[in-house]
């Protein structure tokens, strides 16, 4: 499985990006997909993710009621609306492919990885 993160860039304080993640190759064995991010000097951490259905989604506290997870069958992408943005927010976030079901926080749950697209929040 390939996977194609884009849509990263720079914003102001409370402004808002979309990100996306293309699947491609073998995409039949995806049960789940994720969001993480590291942010300069810090351990990647779990944004938020969805399962391949689209029925079931699960967020990082800190982001909550700030991004939305969805995806798009028939493009086989995944987007991450990321709206109220925060300087907090400025990393790298990666989009992650997992076999697995259920929807895992951890790096470990996931054997597929993006490039990595940089969102820089100002202040």
């Known amino acids: 499985v390939q996977l194609q993160a884009s849509g990263g860039g720079l914003v102001q304080a409370g402004g808002s990006l979309k990100l996306s993640c293309a699947a491609s190759?073998?995409?039949?064995?995806?049960?789940?997909m994720a969001w993480f991010r590291q942010g300069p000097g810090k351990e990647r951490e779990f944004v938020a993710a969805i399962s391949w259905s689209g029925i079931s989604t699960d967020y990082a506290d800190s982001v909550k009621g700030r991004f939305t997870i969805s995806r798009d069958n028939a493009k086989n992408t995944v987007y991450l609306q990321m709206n109220s943005l925060k300087p907090e927010d400025t990393a790298v976030y990666y989009c992650a492919a997992s076999g697995r079901y259920g929807l895992g926080h951890d790096t470990n749950s996931y054997n597929n990885w993006g490039q990595g697209t940089l969102v820089t929040v100002s202040s």
């Open positions: 190759g073998g995409t039949f064995n995806i049960n789940g």
